[in-house]
């Protein structure tokens, strides 16, 4: 069986586990094939911490999750010397931040010092204590959570903190259908436990698996049509004056980057081995989401990120 229909065996049997929620298992999947990492946003009790538990199970890596409130320390993420006395030295302790996979469960709630120690981990795979730096382990990801219904006692995460982001995810309740069977399977494992993962992926897999996804073809067109989509968040005006007006500032050389990894991504964990604007729009609004700021008079007539994306897609042409 060749890595790549082995994540798409992957895909199915998450999303079988992950019931409703399919479009947060593929962009679980597609950041980790993109080597970045993940803010999902959506209420309590949507399987945002059963998603990448899920994940972690079929992955030989371990996993760690920290709470984020606001008495947290940076020490408490990263890790912290201490004194041995038996040795008369001290000894770093290495953090939850050294595991494969780590969930930071609603990272706004901790303070603005918390959060640059994990986003400074997350940019530059090291940390730094005193004069010794640790390197992260190769396979790294991170899976930031924010609750957008409780706002009190809540440190919101600037917005250059949040361009560290591959992916800014919004999440919503299920289908009828979807709860059904999720009401369901939580019997099922309440009798019988959680079976256990069938698939099992190695570092070497996730590394072999970035490689091929780094090897995918992307046509001249279709990378003009990439690279107008992000210069239109920056300069609208040629496109729609209303929409220059709603813009206050576009996506980052950063946002291009990442909307080219995940474009690719998408592209092979689908099966095939070319990107097609399709990949691209599909991509453009969890990439781009959080790496555009509205202006005043867009937030007063109730405009979200996301319709101004709706609208830049609309308006830009697919050149042949």
């Known amino acids: 069986m060749s890595l790549q229909q082995t994540f798409g065996d992957l895909k199915t049997q998450l999303s079988q586990r992950i019931i409703g929620q399919e479009a947060l298992v593929e962009r679980l999947l597609v950041a980790l094939l993109a080597d970045g990492h993940l803010l999902v946003e959506g209420a309590p009790g949507l399987a945002k911490t059963t998603a990448i538990k899920a994940l972690a199970d079929h992955l030989e890596g371990d996993f760690h999750r920290i ?14 010397e201490i004194y041995r ?3 008369g030295h001290f000894e770093f302790q290495r953090g939850p931040v050294f595991h494969n996979l780590l969930l930071a469960d609603e990272i706004n709630r901790a303070p ?20 010794k730096t ?14 957008p219904i409780e706002q009190e006692g809540t440190y919101p995460l600037p917005e250059a903190q949040l361009d560290r982001f591959l992916m800014h995810v919004m999440i919503d309740y299920p289908s009828a259908e979807a709860e059904k069977r999720i009401l369901h399977l939580a019997r099922d494992d309440y009798r019988h436990g959680v079976p256990k993962a069938d698939i099992r992926l190695t570092e070497e897999d996730v590394m072999s698996a970035r490689r091929a996804v780094a090897d995918i073809y992307m046509s001249e067109p279709v990378e003009q049509y990439l690279l107008a989509l992000i210069l239109a968040t920056r300069d609208a005006a040629t496109l729609d004056p209303e929409l220059a007006q709603w813009t ?18 998408l592209a092979w964990l689908d099966g095939r081995d070319y990107v097609t604007p399709d990949d691209v729009r599909t991509m453009a609004f969890d990439v781009l989401r959080h790496r555009i700021l509205l202006t005043f008079e867009a937030e ?18 697919v050149t042949a």
């Open 134 to 147: 640790f390197p992260l382990p190769g396979l790294f990801m991170v899976m930031a959570t924010q609750n």
């Open 85 to 87: 006395a038996e040795t």
């Open 67 to 80: 709470q984020f409130t606001p008495d947290l320390l940076p020490s408490d993420v990263t890790g912290s």
């Open 300 to 317: 007063a007539e109730g405009l979200t990120a996301d319709d101004v994306l709706q609208r830049l897609i609309e308006r830009v042409p």
């Open 248 to 265: 206050a500032f576009g996506a980052s050389p950063r946002g291009t980057i990442a909307l080219d990894r995940c474009a690719r991504a």
């Open 112 to 131: 603005a010092k918390v959060q640059s120690a994990l986003l400074e981990a997350m940019a530059e795979r090291q940390v730094s204590v005193g004069q």
